[in-house]
């Protein structure tokens, strides 16, 4: 099984900031890396496919870079909208999806 | 436009098997590359996958429940339909099911998610 794990659990930011969540594999997933957005209550919302491509209606200020087992999720100039839960999610091997990292604005 | 729904008990008690059903309008599942997931989340808790049946039939499932578990799906009526076995207090969770496309190593369409409380 692959393991994702995600650092920071939480964190907390102001408005305009840029904000940087990690997300690790446990074996090389390539690029098979998927990131969520999910605000209490709501489903799960796609940011990012494929490590680095941004779903469709996303705002260009989120962005994913990464390869192999290291990824991260960059959210700048930080809106307060952006409060939230975030969640990396593999698609190399089955699915997993991370523990997920709280982002507070301050 | 995509959508999808989730349908089922909202409580079912501990050993029971809970049947939960997917339904899903705006694209077909025998689309080539297209497949519905169900994934789960405790109250507070993190996203888990499940499983995930494909547009030929192919079907996937989470290694730690795959002895429970069977998804299958109803072509003409656009539905998918998990079934867990032996619920504990420990599965109560919001299911959700998402539409995964072709081309996509993520589940980009979800349902507003139904939640199971399991409990005697």
């Known amino acids: 099984d692959i393991q994702m794990t995600q650092s920071p659990s939480s964190v907390s930011a102001s408005v305009g900031d840029r904000v940087t969540i990690t997300c690790r594999a446990s074996q090389d997933i390539s690029t098979w890396l998927a990131w969520y957005q999910q605000k209490p209550g709501m489903a799960p919302k796609l940011l990012i496919y494929?490590?680095?491509s941004l779903q469709s209606g996303v705002p260009s200020r989120f962005s994913g870079s990464g390869s192999g087992t290291d990824f991260t999720l960059t959210i700048n100039t930080l809106q307060p909208e952006d409060s939230a839960t975030y969640y990396c999610?593999?698609?190399?091997?089955?699915?997993?999806f991370g523990q997920g990292t709280k982002l507070e604005i301050k | 436009q995509i959508t999808l729904k989730e349908s089922g008990p909202t409580l079912v008690k501990p050993t029971q098997t809970l049947t939960l059903t997917c339904t899903f309008s705006g694209f077909s599942l025998t689309t080539s590359g297209v497949g519905v997931g169900w994934i789960r989340q405790p109250p507070g808790k993190a996203l888990e996958w499940l499983a995930v049946?494909?547009?030929?039939?192919?079907?996937r499932y989470t290694p730690s429940l795959k002895s429970r578990l069977t998804i299958t799906r109803d072509t003409s009526k656009n539905q998918v339909v998990l079934s867990m076995t032996n619920m504990d207090p420990v599965d109560t969770a919001t299911y959700f099911c998402?539409?995964?496309?072709?081309?996509?190593?993520?589940?980009?369409?979800w349902g507003q998610g139904t939640l199971v409380t399991v409990s005697s």
């Open positions: 999610q593999q698609a190399n091997s089955l699915y997993t």
């Open positions: 494929a490590a680095s």
């Open positions: 998402a539409h995964k496309g072709q081309g996509f190593g993520a589940f980009v369409y």
């Open positions: 049946i494909y547009w030929d039939d192919d079907k």
